[in-house]
């Protein structure tokens, strides 16, 4: 079965900076628009960045200028470096194809917290 799995979250002071990884099956990265998504307590989920296949990149207006989105095309794993986290970052974080999406990962839980 295709699978996504997340990894890197942890806790995380104001500022501080965390780099999230995601290991994905070679049917669903290779070829494909990646990118990383988040749920925050009682809100949607929502796209923070994205990246195709090319290595072109988008990001939320919240999170341009601290994150960056990459991609190890060898190695089926894409990445979100997070630096200068704020309190709203604070959310479980996903990884996925873009559009045609596989199943959801378990994500990793951010929490930025003084």
């Known amino acids: 079965q295709v699978h996504l799995v997340e990894s890197g979250g942890g806790l995380v002071q104001p500022g501080g900076s965390l780099r999230l990884s995601c290991a994905a099956s070679?049917?669903?990265?290779?070829?494909?628009?990646m990118g990383w998504y988040r749920q925050a307590p009682g809100k949607q989920r929502e796209m923070v960045a994205s990246?195709?296949?090319?290595?072109?990149?988008n990001y939320a207006g919240s999170v341009k200028g601290r994150f960056t989105i990459s991609r190890d095309n060898a190695k089926n794993t894409l990445y979100l470096q997070m630096n200068g986290l704020k309190l709203e970052a604070t959310a479980v974080y996903y990884c996925?194809?873009?559009?045609?999406?596989?199943?959801w990962g378990q994500g990793t839980q951010v929490t930025v917290s003084s």
């Open positions: 996925n194809v873009i559009g045609a999406r596989a199943p």
């Open positions: 070679n049917s669903i990265f290779i070829g494909n628009a």
């Open positions: 990246i195709t296949s090319g290595g072109r990149t």
